[in-house]
């Protein structure tokens, strides 16, 4: 018995069925992915594809491991090359592709939902208003970017503005070209922000060296710089001035 074929396995027990009758969260990740693809050719199926996929990243993994697994992979440029194995049609590939993206966008929709962004005259809370003022998308982006958050005069926060995208590991942006949107705005002062793919929060000899540059421009200016953060999908850290 070949238990790739998704009629080798009784009818309650096939993804589809259990899906609508113990709820989507009851499904692994087989199953989800074998759902998601739907049909696989004569032979394999779409359980077969789902297990084409999954044995291609590791075997002998904790379903937990392989959810990370897989989930690192997907994510990531080595990603499209999973879609490419036995059984993976144009479809198939276009139908998984669009899946992951819905997901993320309604990632950034429970994000947006869940935030209360009350501007504040609390010094204290400015920074932490700040953070939660970078979307939630730029957070998770997989190219390094360059912006801030400006505070203007009445205490209040304003957007988020970008500067410039660079690639995954670095941005090149001049000063001037940073101050040159800055002083358009006219705030009071601003919080610098940039991000790290990796998830490492560590600045780097490059990040110190732009902080110290902007702070200086900063000074001269008459704008202050209020903090340099290095975000990623998690967390923030500051780089002391």
Known sequence: ENINLIHSISPSERPRERCLTAGAKALSLRECLALIIGSGPP????????????????????????ESAFFSIMESASGPHLLELRGMGVAIRARILATFELGRRYACFRVSKSRNLVHTKNSRKLPETAVSLVPWEYRISHQEWLGFVPLYRTGKLGGFCLIEYGVRTHVNVEPAELFAVIL??????????????????IPSPSDIELTEQVHKLSRQLGVHLLGHGIVSSAEARWIVI
Do not use: K, Q, Y
């Open 43 to 66: 032979g394999l199926g779409c359980m077969g594809v789902a297990n084409e996929i999954l044995n291609s990243i590791g075997t002998g993994m904790s379903e937990s491991d392989l």
């Open 184 to 201: 358009a705005l006219r705030p009071s002062g601003f919080f610098l922000f940039h991000n790290h793919p990796s998830g490492n929060l």
